[in-house]
């Protein structure tokens, strides 16, 4: 009887309009939604998120959640979103709001670039130990490539968007688009936590880059497997080897490149 | 005599790791730095961003005057950066550091889908008028695009940056690339200040995504054509509209699409 009493205010996710191309031609276009979502919590405000607005309750739960603003879901009442006023508002069981000093502490995501406390996030990778029994066989790996490329999509419409899924095997479970990264990792860890979902024997399937940050919010979530089209950085690298993760990118069709964590995967 | 005393501590930009692909080989793979740089003013920390590291002076520059943190460049007496602590040492003419009032309100990027005074920049935005004479020819978005095709780049090498340029006619006058599409912009923002270069003649070219940040950001330069190889939202097609910013996306090639400004392009 824990799970906080949620809306159900996904937004129309593409609008079309009238481009015009390079012969003059006009070209009805579909583009992606983006909408300003201010959160607040017992009506203190806490952040706007630009979103997509496809899952605007589990993404406030997740920011929520991953920037350690709320330590457990029953503490949450409600979780209510207003595209009328672009706000969603929070009622936690204290009604107290957040307490300065943790707002003050949040991280601003280091994967966009700018992050506030990067000191504290590298302290907290030293306390995660991924599931050391956890493997990943090819013919799986493939088989989620291939589910991940039939589903069905926003950037497949309309493009300007990132894609997460979280899979069990080759089978998607969750599947997140939005026009921030951010946002789409952090509502998959507010459907994790609303599901009560251990990431232990999960993958974790970015369409974007394996930056630092993607691999800390992965470890976060406790999965040990990291999938992307796309290629990584010198950091996400440098992290994914330290905590064990094994981390696949450029993984598209039957090719992929294997970049740490090789003992948990079988060809 | 106001230009402050700068380093010149560009970091090494691609690393190589050995990956393994589907067919068992190892294929030595070229990856993007990503560093943490702090900046400090005045001995006061202000931000962790991460980098590629391609331009730490200009980024820091460009953040302090994007984030209102500073106004004017001849406040600025020095820019140091010391990568042995991940590091840049900023030193103003007063010497008393940013106001805690200025910090509070800087904006956190809506880009990466997570502002805090998102009401702030949409109300800064009607205070902006691009210049109306200025035009765009097709032929001259062709030999941008061509420029661009043949410019040297991280992204060609190892992915996982995004690229912008500041072009006047089809010349790149800066091209900077960064893990973070902030950090880019940033960096060019932070060079044109130095330059003391006006937007009104300029195009702006990026390799992602036109959201409104990246709208936003572009107007806040002065620029009034906006031109990338992605595609857009609705907030950053909503922006522009209002602007009356000549927007082009799915650029590459001799293809494009004309999305808003029609009046000051030339076919």
């Given at each position: ?130 599931p050391?029994?956890a ?33 069990k095997g ?28 251990d990431g232990g024997d999960k993958i ?20 040990p ?43």
């Open positions: 009887m824990n799970r906080p009493l949620l809306t159900q205010a996904a937004r129309p996710l593409t609008f079309e309009i009238d481009a015009v191309n390079e012969r003059g031609e006009i070209v009805p276009t579909a583009i992606a939604g983006e909408h300003p979502l201010t959160i607040y919590v017992d009506k203190q405000e806490i952040v706007t998120l630009m979103t997509l607005g496809a899952a605007p309750e589990a993404l406030t739960l997740g920011y929520l959640r991953n920037q350690r603003l709320i330590g457990k879901l029953s503490d949450i009442v409600s979780v209510q979103v207003d595209w009328e006023v672009n706000a969603v508002a929070v009622v936690t069981r204290h009604g107290q709001g957040i307490a300065a000093e943790r707002l003050e502490k949040r991280t601003v995501t280091t994967g966009c670039g700018q992050g506030t406390i990067f000191g504290d996030l590298m302290a907290e990778i030293d306390n995660i130990h991924l050391a029994t493997m990943l066989a090819e013919v799986t790996l493939y088989g989620l490539l291939d589910a991940v490329r039939h589903h069905e999509s926003i950037y497949k419409q309309a493009g300007a968007v990132h894609g997460c899924a979280l899979a080759a089978e998607i479970l969750m599947f997140v688009e939005d026009v921030g990264r951010h946002n789409a990792v952090d509502a998959i860890a507010g459907k994790m936590w609303l599901d009560e979902l974790f399937y970015t369409t974007g880059r394996l930056t630092s940050e993607m691999v800390i919010k992965t470890a976060q979530m406790g999965i497997f990291l999938v992307s089209r796309s290629g990584l950085t010198q950091m996400g690298w440098e992290i994914a080897s330290k905590l064990g993760m094994t981390m696949i990118g450029r993984a598209q069709g039957k090719h992929y490149l294997l970049f740490s964590g090789a003992e948990r995967f079988t060809r």
